[in-house]
């Protein structure tokens, strides 16, 4: 299998404006999360599809390879489904450009999902996360996700999933972690599908996939990383990288 990372790298953010181009122990946090995906040595090649010229000339002048959004994207999928519609590749890797601590461990056990799926029943593998704290749990921001008997998502959302009416039963939650591996095909599908109401609801992509009867495959992980969403996180990775 030939198999690629992609790092959609969105200029504009609503909750952190510029938040890939801030400095990270020297360098720019985008930079950083290439250097981080190369350095896994698990990818044929990895991009950064950018909107912007400043994004893209980082990295193209750190000897990395960026490339140009053509069109204008809604989400990460649509601007990494642009950029391979002619690469020969089998899967496609998202890896988020605000998460630099990229563990390589966590993407090896969502690539076996593929190795192991010789009929090609699984269209994508994303990563999950347990979590025990209630003010996350609750937390808008924190996308949710529910799986069956097989670990096949079942539905991701903002709100508390499942809804705990009756406090007596142990259930488990998971933070759904957004890397993404892609079968081809399933992200020329999404590309082409229009957003439904549950997505355009919740604004949260992966939902259209299980929308059209998409199977997304969830990989449990214990590492829970640092998403640079607001400045207190940029503040939590520069104590972590020290």
């Not at 299980?210 to 400045?231: A, S």
Request: include cysteine; charge should be negative.
């Amino acid at each position: 299998m030939k198999i690629i990372a992609m790092i959609p790298a969105r200029y504009a953010a609503s909750r952190f404006p510029a938040k890939l181009m801030q400095d990270l122990h020297g360098k720019p946090v985008i930079l950083r999360t290439y250097e981080a995906a190369v350095n896994t040595g698990l990818f044929d090649n990895v991009y950064v599809v950018t909107d912007s010229e400043l994004i893209f000339n980082t990295i193209h002048n750190a000897g990395g390879k960026a490339i140009m959004s053509i069109k204008e994207h809604e989400c990460g999928s649509d601007r990494i489904a642009e950029a391979v519609t002619d690469m020969q590749v089998d899967i496609i890797v998202n890896v988020q450009g605000d998460e630099p601590f990229t563990d390589k461990a966590s993407l090896q056990s969502v690539l076996k999902v593929f190795e192991k799926d010789a009929e090609e029943e699984i269209d994508l593998a994303s990563l999950m996360v347990k979590i025990t704290d209630w003010d996350e749990i609750s937390n808008p921001n924190t996308v949710k996700v529910i799986v069956d008997n097989r670990n096949f998502a079942l539905y991701f959302s903002r709100s508390p999933i499942p809804y705990p009416r009756d406090k007596a039963v142990r259930t488990d939650y998971y933070k759904h972690k957004g890397i993404y591996a892609f079968r081809k095909r399933a992200l020329m599908d999404f590309q082409r599908l229009p957003m439904l109401p549950l997505e355009a609801t919740e604004k949260i992509e992966a939902i259209r996939y299980l929308e059209y009867g998409k199977k997304i495959k969830m990989v449990e992980t214990t590492v829970t990383g640092i998403e640079i969403d607001t400045p207190e996180d940029l503040e939590k990775a520069q104590q972590a990288w020290k």
